[in-house]
């Protein structure tokens, strides 16, 4: 399994922004962000396609999201702007590997972060 450390996570507004970091200890073909509310299912958010190239994103955050990965300092980050209420959540990185193109799937990553809290108010 892969170390993943998250940190990054904090309390803004509505219309502001935040940068989640991912601290991983060995690289996997999908590096991915999801999310959880509490009493609700998990959500897959964003995706980093490490052996085929390419990144997914839910729909609710296209194009306020953008997920990226520094090699070099074993880091994936998810860059968060225009945040929404609707978008606090516990956020969790987690790293798999699997046959084909990575998918926004929770079962497809063995590898799981603490979390880290997105807290935006209105």
């Known amino acids: 399994q892969v170390q993943l450390v998250e940190s990054g996570g904090g309390s803004v507004q509505a219309g502001g922004s935040l940068i989640l970091s991912c601290e991983y200890s060995s690289n996997r073909q999908c590096m991915a962000w999801f999310r959880q509310v509490a009493g609700k299912e998990r959500e897959g958010v964003a995706l980093?396609?490490?052996?085929?190239?390419?990144?997914l994103y839910v729909d609710s955050v296209k194009d306020r999201f953008t997920i990226s990965q520094d090699n070099t300092k074993r880091t994936v980050y998810l860059q968060m702007k225009s945040l929404k209420p609707e978008d606090t959540a516990m956020y969790y990185c987690?790293?798999?590997?699997?046959?084909?193109?990575?998918?926004?799937?929770?079962?497809?990553?063995?590898?799981w972060g603490q979390g880290t809290q997105v807290t935006v108010s209105s």
């Open positions: 980093i396609d490490t052996g085929l190239g390419g990144t």
């Open positions: 987690a790293a798999g590997t699997i046959w084909g193109r990575c998918r926004l799937l929770g079962s497809d990553y063995d590898s």
